[in-house]
């Protein structure tokens, strides 16, 4: 199963046992809008999850929710290879334009260390 392409590189999907490991081996940072799970994979590309609860809203919100972190993914090609990543949207994120979002998913991946220095916001 292929997921977003970031910077060149092919990234996967996490399956639902991946999602378990991540949420229990894994570390985790938040911000108002987001939370990061992220758990080192031993591969050389990383997989990628979204989840965003019901809470937030219906599904036409859920789901742009979610084309937006995608996107700001795939033009981040500065992300570090080799992990699990989970972003899960709280329900302030709705509220958010793109720019802003995308500026919260990098410090968030900065606080991870999970960022290279040529990231650009």
Do not use: W
């Amino acid at each position: 199963m292929e997921g977003v392409e970031q910077g060149g590189k092919c990234v996967d999907s996490l399956k639902n046992s991946d999602f378990k490991r991540v949420y229990s081996k894994g570390k985790s940072l938040a911000s108002r809008y987001l939370v990061l799970y992220y758990y080192p994979n031993n591969l050389d590309k990383n997989r990628i999850g979204f989840s965003i609860s019901k809470r937030v809203g219906k599904a036409v919100v859920r789901n742009k929710l979610r084309r937006r972190l995608k996107e700001i993914i795939r033009l981040t090609d500065n992300i570090k290879s080799g992990y699990d990543l989970v972003f899960i949207g709280r329900k302030p994120s709705v509220s958010l334009d793109y720019h802003d979002l995308k500026k919260d998913v990098h410090q968030l991946l900065k606080r991870a260390r999970l960022l290279g220095r040529r990231c650009l916001l």
